[in-house]
């Protein structure tokens, strides 16, 4: 048989849920891990352990028999990379024309604004007197922003004190990333929007969801979003259609949103599988994993109907229980669909989720925050 | 992490398609495989390459760390794997005095008729004398059987002549097989249906389905069974509740019936995931396979409830297409689960399925059928 290979940078739980869509399809999925006991590396149907900055890994994960296409599971990709898979003939998905989009977000404010799509109010400041100015025509709060390198919640930082952004301006200064700040978004509450694009256009939305976040982290996913006017999801599917195609985008594309009053403003970007489509593989016809798959691979993308009325995904993050697969006796909830990551519990870190469906919205929240409490360790909510 | 280790005996596409739900539990899924190539070998998240009547192989599968439980994906299973696991001390779900009633069609037979479940009429037959007495008291037609050994309809022979047994005999008098003879039974439609059974006797059924066999072959599943009666229903899970419980099966028991006006007949018995039960990945809240493994680990079941009001699953057998992966190129209905199972095309073997979720039956089946067809590499139906 010759199997599709699909090579993967990064080894975390996106890769590891890449590989059930990858096994229903026979596609062969050989995932770049940074470590042996990497989430994905037992899920995975080919290893390659080693780090993006190395360039003996990427030539193993480029080696023949030649994957037919690269993606990613991060934005944190060394230009090399990009270089690498050029040379070796094999194509990038998503390309780094559109990847720096979601690794800086300077390039992504900056394009935001000039596609006319809804963004904050930011700047660059590489000063604490800019910061300083753009905090007293902001009402004394900003938040700050590492334009590269952060992730749930780390590189943002809430301020009111212009001194409090020394230490990462000082950081750019000596070659750090540089640094932006945004007005702090009087939102009612945090949307996403996920769309899948092909190479040659075809974009296929999801529906759009409510994204709770904790900390900076995403902990409940509402699938659809709850009291979501039309206008406002087709607003939603405007504006991710919009970047995908702009930015040419192929694979699966995120898009954060805030929502104010009736109003939707761009959050932040993610190029690849994203928490807030976990709900997806339980929850619709085509999981964001699969349909990323269809899209790096160009194939005919399929359905994303969702499957029940209401979809909540709850993420269960590092608590009170050291070894999570104990939890499996203890969630006796016949609609709790338990997905664990294989990672070591660490205080806060995402280690697994819980997804319900059903026709009553409450009972169904209800259901998948006991479910994730008991997954965590902490007794049901 | 500790995560439970299932090892399976078999590398098949029913071993295969245990690896994407283990993924998600966080259970590693050991298998048992005839060869490197085959179906399983690629997706399992550790592999040992061996028969199971091999003794090393065993050893191997079932070596520290130690599996948490032992189960099958076919049941053709020698004794001594059962000796081998006990002396482990690693328990095998389903245990032989369960799974000899799925290898021995005398003693399933003998069994049914204890238990007092509709059996066709049948016998025990040693000579040809045996088949033509048989034969003549049943229109001069029936259905002769060896024992063990047969699957997708081989070792099963419609005959009108009794001396088209003799072969069968003379193996069985020398060593081989014993051979049995059953009534043609008038049916009208063949059903399955599936239930699973936790080791302290919990048993969760899925809905009935019909079965289309061609050439003794499953072609085409439809959930739930249509136009079949509620009564028809129940007492379709009353029958397997029964054998489950009866003859202590853990894990998913399939049981193969014939519709016959409005009785149900036994047809044949499997104690594990079943062909009948593929529908279930898609279409259900708990898959056979994700079921499956909670069940031999005495994990809580999950709900079976479907997730649409028709499912129909489509087998791709082998046909034209010698690489089906380029096929999921040409399979453009939406809709269309495919699934692949990695296994080299042979022109009528099982090689993959395709999964159509729908409210109109009539549209569900077409597209099931058309997108089959297109994988097999005959075109559109």
Same mark, same amino acid.
């Given at each position: 048989m010759t199997s599709p290979i699909v090579a993967v940078v990064g080894g975390g739980q996106l890769a590891r849920m890449m590989a059930p869509a990858a096994t229903a399809l026979g596609i062969t999925l050989r995932v770049l891990v940074?470590?042996?006991?990497?989430?994905a590396a037992l899920a995975a149907h080919q290893t390659v352990v080693g780090l993006p900055g190395n360039a003996d890994a990427i030539a193993a994960l480029l080696?023949?028999?030649?994957?037919a296409v690269v993606t990613w599971?991060?934005?944190?990709?060394?230009?090399d990379v990009f270089d690498a898979c050029e040379a070796a003939g094999v194509p990038t998905r998503p390309g780094i024309g559109a990847l720096v989009y979601a690794q800086d977000k300077i390039e992504m404010r900056t394009r935001m604004d000039t596609l006319g799509l809804p963004n904050p109010s930011w700047r660059i400041v590489t000063s604490v007197e800019d910061v300083r100015h753009f905090l007293s025509s902001h009402d004394g709060v900003g938040v700050l922003k590492?334009?590269?390198?952060?992730?749930d919640g780390k590189g943002v930082r809430v301020i009111?004190?212009?001194?409090?952004a020394a230490q990462w301006l000082d950081a750019a200064a000596n070659g750090g990333p540089r640094v932006l700040i945004e007005e702090k978004v009087p939102f009612s509450r945090e949307l996403a929007i996920q769309v899948a694009r092909r190479p040659a256009g075809e974009v296929v939305p999801w529906r759009l969801v409510e994204s709770l976040q904790v900390d900076g982290v995403c902990a409940v996913v509402t699938?659809?979003?709850?009291?979501?006017s039309a206008l406002l999801e087709r607003e939603a599917w405007t504006i991710a259609a919009t970047i995908a195609a702009k930015l040419d985008v192929v694979g699966v594309l995120a898009v954060e949103l805030f929502q104010v009053g009736e109003r939707l403003v761009v959050n932040e970007l993610a190029m690849r599988p994203h928490n807030? !489509?976990?709900? /997806?593989?339980? !929850?619709?016809? /085509?999981?964001q994993f699969e349909q990323h798959l269809r899209a790096v691979l160009d194939l005919p993308l399929g359905a994303t109907t969702a499957l029940s009325p209401w979809t909540v995904m709850a993420n269960v993050l590092g608590?009170?229980?050291?070894?999570?697969?104990?939890a499996l006796a203890d969630?006796?909830?016949?609609?709790a669909k338990v997905h664990l990551y294989g990672k070591e519990v660490r205080p806060?870190?995402?280690?697994g989720h819980v997804t319900v469906m059903g026709a009553d919205l409450e009972d169904v929240q209800a259901r998948a925050h006991a479910a994730a409490a008991i997954v965590r360790g902490g007794g049901a909510a």
């Open positions: 940074e470590s042996p006991t990497a989430s080696a023949e028999p030649r994957p599971e991060h934005e944190h990709i060394p230009r590492t334009a590269r390198g952060g992730y009111s004190d212009a001194a409090q699938a659809p979003a709850p009291r979501a807030s !489509g976990h709900w /997806t593989i339980d !929850g619709c016809v /085509t999981s608590g009170e229980r050291e070894q999570l697969e104990s969630v006796t909830d016949p609609d806060g870190r995402k280690v």
